[in-house]
T-cell receptor, first 113, second 113 residues
Framework: GENVEQHPSTLSVQEGDSAVIKCTYS??????FPWYKQELGKGPQLIID?????GEKKDQRIAVTLNKTAKHFSLHITETQPEDSAVYFC????????????FGKGTKLSVKP | ETGVTQTPRHLVMGMTNKKSLKCEQH?????MYWYKQSAKKPLELMFV???????ENNSVPSRFSPECPNSSHLFLHLHTLQPEDSALYLC????????????FGQGTRLTVV
């Protein structure tokens, strides 16, 4: 079955700097890769996703890149702000199968003002 | 507001109590999920329901009993729990035919005393 590894487990950056979180997956048939942000006291919320037919997707300050050959994908946050502080989860899924989202273990991002 | 509502938000129960967690989704989705979130296993899939039919039970102890009376409602019945069952219980929903995007509720913070 699918296995998703996520690094680092904690990340501290200064406001305005960039943050990068990386994930690797094991099932080469996985084709959908979402990223979730979980703020304290709330459930995870989808912030961006990418499908295997593209290599990069951007939405304002956040972007995701996908390398299918190496089976890894990354979340990039530029110009970080204190409100970006949260736990971020990556996940992988083979859409169209009976499988379910497999999540990484999460990265706690702290943005210091 | 994600369209997935969980009640109660917080619950304290004794080991001999019986309680139920409720989840309701207003998104017209056909799949619903229960996840357990704890420090040890950040997002652990417990149960999956597709079109009201349970399709996955990830070796969850029988003291957790799910119920899905219709595609909009999901319950998790709890009885004779252990202190190690204390965790955040998250409900999610998705539309299987439209891809892998899952929407989470705010969660129920459960404490077993």
């Amino acid at each position: 079955g699918e296995n998703v590894e996520q690094h680092p487990s904690t990340l501290s950056v200064q406001e305005g700097d960039s943050a990068v979180i990386k994930c690797t997956y094991s099932d080469s048939a996985s084709n959908y890769f979402p990223w979730y942000k979980q703020e304290l006291g709330k459930g995870p919320q989808l912030i961006i996703d990418i499908r295997s037919n593209v290599g990069e997707k951007k939405d304002q300050r956040i972007a995701v890149t996908l390398n299918k050959t190496a089976k890894h994908f990354s979340l990039h946050i530029t110009e970080t702000q204190p409100e970006d502080s949260a736990v971020y989860f990556c996940a992988a899924l083979r859409e169209g199968s009976q499988g379910n989202l497999i999540f990484g273990k999460g990265t706690k991002l702290s943005v210091k003002p | 507001e994600t369209g997935v509502t969980q009640t109660p938000r917080h619950l304290v129960m004794g080991m001999t109590n019986k309680k139920s967690l409720k989840c309701e989704q207003h998104l017209g989705h056909n799949a619903m999920y229960w996840y357990k979130q704890s420090a040890k296993k950040p997002l652990e899939l417990m149960f999956v329901y597709n079109f009201k039919e349970q399709t996955e039970n990830n070796s969850v102890p029988s003291r957790f009993s799910p119920e899905c009376p219709n595609s909009s409602h999901l319950f998790l019945h709890l009885h004779t729990l252990q202190p190690e069952d204390s965790a955040l219980y998250l409900c999610a929903s998705s539309q299987r035919s439209q891809g892998g995007e899952a929407f989470f509720g705010q969660g129920t913070r459960l404490t077993v005393v």
